[in-house]
């Protein structure tokens, strides 16, 4: 039986010459998900670079160190809380192997007045305007240029899976469990299914994700691809993973040029919104909008119809703006 010391004591140097290798067998041994594996590797490199450009370690961070770290994440307030929350209790690990009595980032979480939650619990509605949604479907039918068989079906997968956000308001998780049988050929409904039977809903396509939608399944029948998922990870026919999922949908929003002016990430959860936002620009009442995005109260979709009706009006107020500013260059440059 191997000495309990021992143990610690490697453990110890694990933790001193290579925090990102003895955190993975850390967290290899917490039965994570590996779609929740993943983010929490993420979230812990980051912290880590973090320290390296503070040129301090985990054994000797202090709590401002960690609060400062926190506080410049620019993101969601309940996101920095998960990142406090992984930091805790990492070192609560590293704090018991080194017989340490305290842990510099315990009770963070609960400093009410602390800086780093000057945040947005959520962040603002976001909308793709007209012009950026024109730029995104283009590219979706722009020629795939140079890519290895391997690549392009990826790539014609890829922008079929931005078309069902965009063009039919899916989430996230309804696209990884998309089925082949759930789209007919050339019609304008998908079929998202729910476990239970009542919750499951039509959605009506965009013309666009049609056309997408029909080119992808002509193409995933003609490779053979295994099972029966729409938006498979493989040839095998897993599933994709969310993870997976939004780093395609990020490179699709890169390649087609929006995302360069963009000051908010254009998420899933945006495309969704922007298929919502077209719908009522077309006139359609709220009520049907809801029901194709699934919503099981219709409060959320008037909600999301009043942020649309707000975000138009800012829209509005910033083409003005920006009008009036070009006709005064203009007169100044003429004068």
Not at 16 to 28: H, T, V
Not at 93 to 110: C, D, G, K, L, W
């Amino acid at each position: 039986m191997p000495n309990t010391t021992d143990i610690f004591d490697q453990q110890r140097a694990d933790w001193q010459s290579n925090p990102q290798i003895a955190f993975d067998a850390w967290l290899a041994q917490q039965e994570f998900r590996t779609s929740s594996a993943e983010v929490y590797r993420a979230q812990w490199g980051l912290f880590l670079e973090w320290l390296k450009a503070k040129r301090t370690t985990l054994h000797s961070v202090q709590r401002p160190t960690i609060e400062e770290f926190v506080t410049q994440l620019n993101i969601r307030r309940p996101q920095r809380v998960r990142y406090l929350r992984l930091i805790e209790r990492v070192l609560d690990h590293v704090r018991e192997i080194e017989m340490a009595s305290t842990n510099p980032a315990r009770f963070i979480a609960q400093d009410g007045d602390a800086a780093w939650r000057n945040a947005r619990d959520n962040e603002p509605t976001g909308f793709l305007a007209q012009s950026e949604r024109a730029l995104l479907v283009a590219h979706l039918f722009s020629p795939l240029g140079h890519l290895s068989n391997g690549q392009r079906w990826r790539e014609r997968r890829d922008r079929a899976l931005v078309a069902a956000f965009l063009g039919g308001g899916v989430k996230t998780g309804e696209a990884a469990a998309l089925t082949v049988s759930c789209y007919a050929w050339g019609q304008p409904w998908l079929t998202v299914e729910a476990s239970n039977p009542a919750l499951t809903r039509r959605t009506r396509l965009s013309p666009f994700a049609v056309a997408l939608l029909d080119n992808w399944i002509s193409e995933r029948k003609t490779l053979g691809l295994a099972g029966s998922l729409m938006f498979p990870a493989a040839p095998s026919g897993r599933p994709m993973h969310k993870a997976t999922m939004l780093r395609a949908i990020d490179a699709v929003v890169e390649a087609s040029g929006i995302a360069a002016s963009r000051t908010a990430r254009a998420s899933p959860q945006t495309l969704r919104n922007t298929f919502a936002a077209e719908s009522f620009e077309a006139g359609t009442q709220p009520e049907l909008v809801g029901e194709w995005l699934g919503f099981q109260q219709m409060i959320s979709a008037h909600r999301l119809y009043r942020a649309w009706q707000q975000w138009m009006g800012e829209e509005i107020r910033d083409r003005d703006v920006a009008l009036a500013r070009e006709s005064d260059e203009r007169d100044q440059s003429q004068a």
